[in-house]
């Protein structure tokens, strides 16, 4: 069954039963404590006054396509300057290994992304945190998995499912699950579902590192966009779907500690790139859309004006941040591996 499929018969046939059952048969976890401060460690850029970014999403299909957008990121790299890999989540289709020594490790990641030879922060998405259904989000254990995988392969930066990576004081991250409080089902540890306390503690987590950060510019990832013209579109709204657990309104609060304090929203999810200028619901911080690298799912109907809009080519974003500015590029990569800009927008701090 094809994932939208899925959704679909959750949100029109209302199967609360269902959902019911499998809340009950859920695995059950002690209560989540707050959130550990977790920071990653980064070897520092070859020039300490730029760094170079390379940003994907939903990558993790082990398609032609996959390798073809990882090749043209090569290309790109080479010409360009690349520092650092950013990885949106939903790192393997339908869903994330049990194993950290699984090969699918390699055959996903380390065979396609290793000869860029630099770091990638990576969070989660939906399909990594997959429990019944490929895609369902409703169980973290994959997401624990890659936090594993990560004392395997330096290359694969997650020491934790939410942490921060700062860069000198040039840049910080702050990377976020959004997984268990966008859910196709019911988590299967009930603390982790919207609202409950793993929700509150990674909120609590979020609003003191952005308030503690020294960093010039600060940047939020998460699988999950905040905005949206695509086919899942804005959180709280996510897939017209009415259960409060699947529509990602907790995503939306989530997002909204960061709007004004963060200048960026980073995420995947729709297989799209995607951009939006800071919007009334967001003042102050801007939201790019990165999920084309590994499949594409065009058809969205969303009408916010958007900066930049690419819903039928795969491709990638490109980030170059110095302490005055940060230039935004849009690679989209053609039949033929081609990478071709389409997009520049360039930030500025006095």
């Given amino acids: 069954m094809r994932l939208w499929e899925s959704r679909r018969l959750v949100a029109r046939n209302a199967h609360l039963l269902l959902a019911a059952l499998l809340a009950a048969c859920a695995p059950t976890t002690a209560h989540t404590p707050l959130l550990p401060d977790t920071a990653a460690s980064l070897p520092p850029p070859a020039n300490a006054s730029l760094l170079r970014v390379v940003v994907m999403g939903d990558q993790g299909t082990g398609s032609e396509l996959q390798r073809r957008v990882a090749k043209a990121m090569q290309t790109v790299c080479g010409q360009e300057g690349c520092d650092l890999g950013v990885a949106l989540g939903d790192n393997f289709y339908p869903s994330a290994p049990r194993n950290a020594h699984s090969p699918l490790f390699r055959e996903r990641f380390a065979d396609v992304y290793g000869p860029l030879k630099m770091p990638f922060l990576t969070v989660a998405g939906n399909h990594d945190e997959s429990w019944i259904i490929g895609g369902d989000g409703a169980d973290?254990?994959?997401?624990?998995?890659?936090?594993a995988y990560g004392q395997l392969n330096p290359q694969w930066v997650m020491p934790a499912r939410t942490y921060r990576a700062p860069v000198g004081d040039l840049v910080e991250f702050f990377a976020l699950d959004t997984s268990p409080l966008a859910a196709y089902l019911p988590g299967t540890r009930v603390n982790e579902r919207p609202?409950?306390?793993?929700?509150?503690?990674?909120?609590?987590?979020?609003?003191?590192?952005?308030?503690?950060?020294?960093?010039?510019?600060?940047?939020?990832?998460?699988?999950?966009p905040l905005f949206s013209n695509g086919k899942h579109g804005d959180a709280g709204r996510y897939d017209g779907l009415p259960f409060a657990f699947q529509n990602g309104g907790a995503v939306r609060d989530l997002y909204a500690l960061a709007c004004g304090k963060a200048d960026a929203l980073l995420s995947g999810h729709e297989h799209i790139l995607m951009g939006f200028a800071p919007q009334p619901e967001c003042p102050g911080t801007r939201v790019w859309i990165s999920g084309a690298a590994g499949k594409l799912e065009p058809g969205g109907h969303g009408t916010r004006p958007t900066t930049f809009a690419v819903q039928d080519q795969p491709g990638f974003l490109w980030l170059g941040i110095t302490r005055q500015t940060l230039t935004l590029r849009v690679w989209t990569v053609s039949e033929n591996g081609e990478a071709r800009q389409v997009y520049v927008e360039t930030l500025t701090k006095p």
């Fill in 140 to 147: 973290p254990r994959g997401a624990e998995t890659e936090v």
């Fill in 195 to 224: 609202g409950g306390s793993w929700d509150a503690a990674q909120r609590a987590w979020l609003s003191g590192a952005l308030a503690s950060s020294q960093a010039r510019w600060r940047l939020v990832l998460g699988h999950h």
